[in-house]
């Protein structure tokens, strides 16, 4: 890298030394990462949520002429399209959401017809997003929450929602759908959720079945 000038010498941020049992989740994924890149036929799509994890093998490759960058939008979807038939699209759109992918899961899902599944999908992109933001962007993260709860709710995915709810501080509403969808199996969560809103009456009313 430094013969080929691919470090910044002005740089002043430091990178920590590599150690065995820290780090060794780093090359599971760098041996992920060059099973995708060595079994390619014709282009490798990367898509990635969160930008800082991926900038510093981006830039890397960016300073090599190894990647382009393009915006996710309807052109792109229909550059990367390929005859499927729809059981193709949901059997890829799971995988990818088994991979936390959920955007390009939800497009997946979109082409197959399976609305279940896009919901999903959808919902689980918004509390991921939500997850990753920092407390300076504390009512971007509840907004995507309580969308995220919403849209969990609407596919009967009632724990998910309460999930929500509770991440987003909205503890009545957690602790009402933890009451009401599930009784006496979810009594611990629906309390710790009054307990949040000082609903001391029905704490005592949820032990009192």
């Known amino acids: 890298m430094i ?25 599971s994924e760098l041996k992920h990462l ?6 390619t036929r ?12 991926s ?11 190894f990647v382009q960058v393009r915006e996710f939008n309807g052109s792109l979807a229909q550059e990367m399209q390929v005859a499927s ?7 890829r759109g799971i995988k990818l959401f088994n991979q936390n992918n959920y955007e390009m899961a939800r497009m997946c899902f ?3 017809g399976e609305r279940y599944w896009e919901k999903w999908a959808t919902a689980a992109g918004l509390r991921a997003v939500a997850n990753h933001m920092s407390c300076s962007n504390s009512q971007l993260m509840h907004i995507n929450l309580m969308k995220a709860a919403e849209t969990f709710d609407s596919i009967g995915k009632s724990e998910l929602s309460a999930q929500c709810y509770y991440e987003a501080n909205e503890y009545e509403r957690a602790g009402s759908i ?4 599930f009784g006496n199996s ?21 032990f009192s079945f």
């Open 34 to 39: 060059y099973v995708a890149i060595t079994r």
């Open 85 to 91: 038939c729809q059981e193709e699209w949901k059997s």
């Open 186 to 206: 979810k009594l611990g969560d629906a309390s710790e959720s009054f307990t949040r809103t000082a609903k001391n009456d029905d704490v005592c009313q949820s």
């Open 55 to 65: 900038e510093p093998m981006f830039v890397y490759w960016k300073k090599l002429g």
């Open 178 to 181: 933890y009451l009401k969808k």
């Open 110 to 112: 979109e082409r197959a």
């Open 42 to 53: 014709q282009k490798l799509w990367i898509f990635e949520n969160v930008e800082e994890l």
């Open 3 to 27: 013969e080929n000038d691919l470090l910044d010498s002005t740089s002043t941020t430091s990178f920590p030394s590599f150690i065995w049992g820290k780090h060794n989740m780093l090359c």
